[in-house]
């Protein structure tokens, strides 16, 4: 079992910047690659950005490649996603998510919402124009 719990957001003017992380408790945070999803009012959720289990590897829907950039920190099991230039339609719930990659390659860092078997509650972001 794999505990997600988010922390970071609130409102922000458009063009500002917010600081989301997701900290993760209960197995070997390394062993998982990590994702990001957000879920605005009426819409599906969507990809945000996913990070390989090391670090090496990430990948970002278009809508928000350039502005917001996925690292992770082992040692302190926990996983950021920057968010700068935001825009009004940035603004919904976003969570985090852990994928199991002990038998994946390196780089393996999915955006299929099913290979992701934990979940966190999420976040609110909202920005304001």
């Known amino acids: 079992q794999v505990q997600l719990v988010e922390s970071g957001g609130g409102l922000v003017q458009a063009g500002g910047s917010l600081r989301l992380s997701c900290a993760a408790s209960?197995?070997?945070?390394?062993?998982?690659?990590m994702g990001w999803f957000r879920q605005a009012p009426g819409k599906e959720r969507e990809f945000v950005g996913a990070?390989?289990?090391?670090?090496?590897?990430?990948r970002y829907a278009d809508s928000v490649k350039g502005r917001f950039t996925i690292s992770r920190d082992n040692a302190k099991n926990t996983v950021v996603l920057q968010m700068n230039s935001l825009k009004p339609e940035d603004t919904a719930v976003y969570c985090c998510?852990?994928?199991?990659?002990?038998?994946?390659?390196?780089?393996?860092?999915?955006?299929?919402?099913?290979?992701?078997?934990?979940w966190g509650q999420g976040t609110q972001v909202t920005v304001s124009s």
């Open positions: 998510a852990a994928a199991l990659a002990t038998y994946k390659t390196s780089s393996y860092s999915p955006l299929i919402e099913g290979a992701y078997g934990y």
């Open positions: 209960g197995r070997t945070f390394s062993n998982y690659a």
């Open positions: 990070i390989s289990r090391s670090g090496g590897s990430t």
